[in-house]
């Protein structure tokens, strides 16, 4: 079963859990994975802990303490939250080790309400640095416009961040500079630039579902023929920019100082068209030093049939730029679609966090302890 999971691995793609709850901690389930699946990495969001905490399985306990103690609604989901990246960072702490930080990371999200507020985004983070108190922690920011800024702050105070978020090359190549930037500012304050690491979160699955949706409603042949494609283009030729931004004179000067490369992680992976092979963004964004994290269903789907034949960004270039210039004649606009992306993005994750805040403190009023 876990033979494809192997060869991704082998070919230099850290596998890496878009999941966690309590319940998958505390029954070994995240450990199995570790063990047997190949998993190095676990990233979280506010819609994953919406999920976990609505379905209740293994936080009664701690949300009877919080409720006894009158906390605001704020804390508890922090102190929740907190706790349960800490235990899986415990988990993974042995993989961390033997990478020398690379993997063996949990990241965290800062409140995605802050997603267009430089000081408070860089202020969650430093917060949520100190409460979890884990070394492979990651703090998820978005890579919104304040976002970018926030990056470079963080970076330069040596604390790890995960940049979420990111659906165009625009973007992505700001969010490099960012934490370039981050990593000068580090040198300069004599931080130890190898003990500070990065992700950049590049969004897949759904520029197809968007894209396509567009190519549905103009309806031609020339138009369907151009489905399934624009993510996988749009994905590597993020990873071509990330070639050439760590291969120039700017990142010679911080590799002296040891600093890390910040890998491309494929995140939203889970193919959203049923047409599509389920493991479409997996099989086919195999390249050295990156992350695809996966929603636990496509991990099964790659281990039961995934089909990993070497290095599948190399030389897709091209192709890749013809495939896009192929919606653009279409009438499809390209930056349109990202800028709605993440808008929508940063949208979902503030309603799942509204959702969550309703649920817990529901939760927290049914435990609070009756008077007298």
Not at 286 to 292: G, S
Request: charged fraction near 25%; proline fraction near 3%; hydrophobic fraction near 40%.
């Amino acid at each position: 079963m876990t033979d494809a999971l192997k060869r991704l691995s082998d070919e230099g793609v850290a596998i890496w859990l878009d999941d966690l709850s309590r319940k998958r901690i505390t029954s070994g389930n995240l450990a199995e994975l570790i063990d047997q699946q190949h998993v190095v990495g676990v990233t979280t969001n506010p819609s994953i802990f919406q999920k976990a905490i609505s379905h209740g399985d293994g936080y009664e306990q701690q949300l009877t303490d919080l409720a006894a103690r009158e906390v605001t609604v704020e804390e508890a989901i922090r102190m929740i939250t907190t706790a349960d990246v800490r235990d899986a960072a415990d988990i993974l702490r042995p993989v961390f080790d033997a990478t020398q930080g690379q993997d063996g990371r949990v990241s965290i999200e800062v409140d995605p309400r802050l997603a267009h507020n430089t000081l408070a985004t860089v202020a969650e983070a430093k917060q949520l640095a100190w409460l979890v108190d884990r070394p492979n922690t990651l703090i998820k920011i978005p890579a919104t416009k304040a976002g970018l800024p926030a990056i470079t702050e963080v970076i330069g105070r040596g604390i790890s961040v995960n940049v979420t978020l990111i659906f165009s090359l625009e973007r992505y190549r700001e969010v490099m500079e960012a934490y370039l930037a981050g990593l000068e500012k580090a040198k300069a304050a004599g931080l130890d630039l190898a003990t500070i690491h990065s992700v950049a979160s590049f969004f897949v699955s759904r520029v197809d579902t968007e894209i396509d949706k567009r190519l549905d409603a103009i309806g031609t042949d020339e138009a369907k023929a151009a489905k399934g494609k624009s993510a996988l283009a749009n994905a590597r030729l993020a990873y071509e920019a990330y070639e050439e931004v760590f291969a120039g004179d700017r990142w010679a000067a911080l590799d002296k100082a040891q600093a890390n490369k910040q890998r491309p992680l494929w995140a939203s992976t889970g193919v959203k068209d049923p047409s599509l092979k389920d493991t479409l963004y997996v099989d086919e964004l195999v390249a050295p030093n990156t992350v695809n994290t996966m929603p636990e269903a496509t991990l099964d789907a790659v281990a039961d049939h995934g089909e990993i034949t070497g290095n599948t960004i190399a030389g897709s270039y091209d192709q890749g730029r013809a495939d896009l210039e192929a919606i653009k004649k279409l009438g499809v606009s390209y930056d349109d679609v990202v800028r709605l992306l993440e808008d929508e993005g940063v949208d979902k994750f503030e309603a799942a966090w509204t959702d969550l805040l309703n649920s817990t403190e529901a939760e927290l009023k049914r435990l609070a302890p009756s008077e007298g």
